[in-house]
């Protein structure tokens, strides 16, 4: 079972789902459950598609695109879409670095922050809702492993941009070991497969727009705080996941 702490770990940080242990989250240890990131964004995605196929049988696709999207959001707890809005807030409505992580830590919602996450939702639920239900339960699966593999892309480049003191995650000093992105890039390639094989063309422009949506957050981020926090990780989450379920509606 110890040897198992790193996924567990990844579960309990990702999801409100219980994990049968209380794995201790110490200086590293997203250093060692990095590689786990892909696979259970790709079991949230898997629960979301579940969903998505079983409403189609009884409404009408808009509906369970929404219950399938909403299914992966409670999942998370809204962990990324905090992330997503607390960025759009603080990026945009913060005059300097200070002002802006003063933002990022602000629980309250700001208009910058409401509107990323309309547009982001509604952008889930439209691609859900236009693509074939076995496309779009292909598309979740994918669009969720991949987000999370994006997550060790930023933290691999990117230094830390936050206040160390009162970030409420211990983000990894080191850079990840070899081993543990070779093992992530696979998980995120075996995510990304059912969709590739039913739908070559969309999986392309998915994996296309899904890049250049991701590198929005840390780049500015980078330019304006000096690196990145849990909330560029969040949207950086969620601008792949919008970029591949966009992929996936618009060559079909």
Known sequence: MKGCAPFFQTVQFMTVLPAPMSPRFDQDWIRAAGRYFPLVGSLIGATGAGVLLCAHKIWPGAIAAMLAVATTVIMTGALHEDGLADTAD????????TQRLAIFKDSRLGTYGAVALCLTFGLRVAALASAPPMVGAAALIAAHG??????????????????????RTVYPERKFSAATMVLAGVMAVLAFAWLAAIAPAAAALGLTLAGSLAIAPPLAAWRL?????GDILGATEQMVEVGVLLGAAGLL
């Open 90 to 97: 603080g990026l945009f409505g913060g005059r300097n670095r």
């Open 225 to 229: 705080i000096g690196g990145y926090t």
């Open 146 to 167: 991949l987000a999370r593999a994006s997550l060790l892309v930023v933290m691999a480049f990117l230094p830390y941009g936050g206040d160390i003191a009162t970030a």
